[in-house]
Each structure stands twice: as C-alpha cells, then as structure tokens.
C-alpha cells in the first residue's frame, strides 16, 4: 500500500484510535530498532506468515533511510532452494539478545515452542513488540503491543499497513539530498499507483 493509499485510509479511520495507535506502535519500533542497531526479527504463527508487512518494512527502511527497519523474516517452515531473504528459520530467535527487536504478528495464539522462543530471547535482552489479536499469553511477552480484537472497525492486515507507513515518516529527511530523496519518493508513488500489483514479496 502506497503513501496516498494510506492517507486515504487514515481519512477513513479519522475519529478512531487507530491512526494515533499505529504511530505510537511506529515510535516504539522505531526507538527500539534505531539507537541500538541490533537487528529487527520479524516472525508470525505457523498459520499467518507476516511476509507483506515485511516487505513494507523493506520499503519504508529504503525511503526514510533508516536501514535498521528492513527486518529479517523468521519462518516456520523454509523451502528447499529459498532466497536468502525468505530462509532463516526459527533457529534464528535463539540468538536474539541484547539490542535486538523482536516483532511478533499474532492473530491467534501461537504454538508453544514460538512462545518459548520469544520468552527466551526476551529472557536474552531482546525487546518484544507484538501486533495481536489479543491473546494474553502474547501479550505477557510484549513490552509493547498493538491488539486488534475481533470486531474492531479494522483488521489486523490494515493496522500492519498503518504501522508500517507511520514507521517510515517519523523521520525528519537530513539536510544534505532531502529534497532529492523527496522527489525520489514522490516518483517512486507515481510509478507504483501506475504498475500492476505484484504477485509475489
């Protein structure tokens, strides 16, 4: 979802929580992830993968040129062949430590080995943030959380692209290419308002 998709949806959320709730989740990930340059680990259930708001992250880390919010994503299960990018493993929690961030995108309760592995590596000195349906075990982890219950007036995939937009805007542009950096962005919009959506992160 781009810049002006996003304004557009705040628009429609105007007079809900949900916009001030993402930007203040954005300023928690961003204060975790940026002064101390640990790594942001990304990991969903073994039913939801976070693969889109991954992307997203990618591309807000690129615009805001903060590269501390391009996460790795952490999954249940690696293809035989994957790209570099879609490869780590859970393995990869186990040395989350001190510095690190770790955000959890919970719809439903995960399993109890991920369970372990967050509380592990919070155990470790990692921050945990979470983006949940409201399971309080999840929530017990997190120092931070964002819930979507059932019947609040968005879903989970719509407050990710929230957080994600509101991640990468927190940023004043430095003074030296800022308005080149704008322009860039501003093209960049352009082009993907005009290109067909991709089929595949």
């Known amino acids: 979802m781009d810049a002006v998709r996003v304004a557009l949806l705040r628009e429609v959320l105007a007079g809900t929580e949900w916009p001030a709730a993402a930007r203040r989740f954005a300023g928690a990930l961003r204060s975790s992830v940026v002064p101390h340059r640990g790594g942001l680990l990304l990991v969903g259930t073994e039913e939801y993968e976070p693969w889109h708001l991954a992307a997203h992250l990618v591309d807000e880390s690129a615009w805001s040129g903060l590269p501390e919010l391009a996460p790795t994503l952490v999954r249940h299960r690696v293809r035989p062949g994957a790209p570099a990018h879609l490869a780590v493993g859970l393995g990869r929690l186990e040395a989350a ?22 509380h592990d590596a919070r155990r470790a000195g990692a921050t945990v943030l979470s983006l949940d349906g409201g399971d309080e075990e999840v929530r017990g982890l997190a120092h931070e959380t964002l819930t979507v219950a059932e019947g609040a007036e968005v879903d989970l995939d719509t407050v990710q692209h929230l957080v994600s937009a509101a991640a990468g805007e927190n940023s004043l542009p430095s003074p030296r290419g800022g308005r080149r950096r704008f322009r860039d962005r501003l093209s960049t919009l352009a082009d993907r308002l005009t290109a067909p959506p991709p089929t595949r992160w």
Request: without cysteine; positive net charge; proline residues 9%.
């Open 97 to 118: 430590g001190r510095g690190a961030t770790l955000l959890m995108v919970a719809p439903g309760r995960p399993d109890a080995g991920l369970l372990q592995r967050v």
